[in-house]
């Protein structure tokens, strides 16, 4: 079983920048990746971006390329989401998710582990 807490969502103006964290703790030492999802008011839960625990490359959604990058600190077992260029679209509850393997899927189906969610808004 794994657990996620995410923390460091908030308010920020257009054109700002926020970083989540995602702290993973229970779980094996096996293979896992880890992802970000979001949800806006009244949208589905949408893809943010998925890499290896262990590291190596990321996937990103289209929306989100170029302006949020996804790493992580394996010796604390973190993962990070750092948001720059942030739009109004962007506003949305942003979960942690993972799941044991080595696919970065983006379907959110695919997680079997969730966090509790940040919120995250911007504004114009």
């Known amino acids: 079983q794994v657990q996620l807490v995410e923390s460091g969502g908030g308010l920020v103006q257009a054109g700002g920048s926020l970083r989540l964290s995602c702290a993973a703790s229970g779980g094996t030492d096996s293979t896992y990746i880890m992802g970000w999802f979001r949800q806006a008011p009244g949208k589905e839960r949408e893809f943010v971006a998925a890499?290896?625990?262990?590291?190596?490359?990321?996937n990103y959604a289209d929306s989100v390329k170029g302006r949020f990058t996804i790493s992580r600190d394996s010796a604390k077992n973190t993962v990070y989401l750092q948001m720059n260029d942030l739009k109004p679209e962007d506003t949305a509850v942003y979960y942690c998710a993972a799941r044991y393997g080595n696919i970065k899927y983006s379907q959110e189906k695919r997680y079997d582990y969730w966090g509790q969610g940040t919120q995250v808004t911007v504004s114009s």
């Open positions: 890499i290896l625990r262990s590291g190596g490359g990321a």
